[in-house]
């Protein structure tokens, strides 16, 4: 783990961007997604194969870094979850805002992982 909780409560200090540590962080704050990262780490390591470049590799740790910012972070957990469930909603006015917010989370979270 690389760096000191840094955004109030949070439930581990934030992972160093390698498979390694990004799975031990998962294992901590999500261990019901291991099997989802596994499949999509094969996917990724396979296009990178395939198309003879580090960047399916790279997005992938990226996509899993965000993705355990949120789950370490239950400011931005407790937002996330409140937001995908309010996705469908009758009202469409709920519905956008939820879809927003939602952006929002993803956002504020990848700026978090890359610093």
């Known amino acids: 783990?690389?760096?000191?909780a840094d955004h109030g409560h949070e439930l581990i200090p934030r992972p160093e961007q390698n498979p390694e540590a990004l799975r031990a962080a998962l294992a901590t704050v999500a261990p019901g997604r291991l099997e989802e990262?596994?499949?999509?780490?094969d996917e990724a390591f396979a296009k990178a194969v395939?198309?003879?470049s580090l960047?399916?590799?790279q997005s992938w740790?990226?996509?899993?870094?965000?993705?355990?910012?949120i789950a370490r972070r239950p400011d931005l957990s407790a937002r996330f979850d409140h937001a995908?469930?309010?996705l469908?909603?009758?009202d469409p006015v709920t519905a956008q805002e939820a879809l927003r917010e939602l952006s929002?989370?993803?956002n504020d979270a990848m700026k978090a992982v890359r610093g």
């Open 1 to 4: 783990m690389s760096t000191l």
């Open 37 to 41: 990262m596994q499949a999509t780490k």
């Open 50 to 52: 395939e198309w003879q």
């Open 55 to 57: 960047s399916p590799v």
């Open 61 to 69: 740790v990226l996509i899993w870094a965000r993705d355990i910012e």
């Open 84 to 86: 995908q469930s309010k």
């Open 88 to 90: 469908e909603h009758e």
């Open 104 to 106: 929002t989370v993803l």
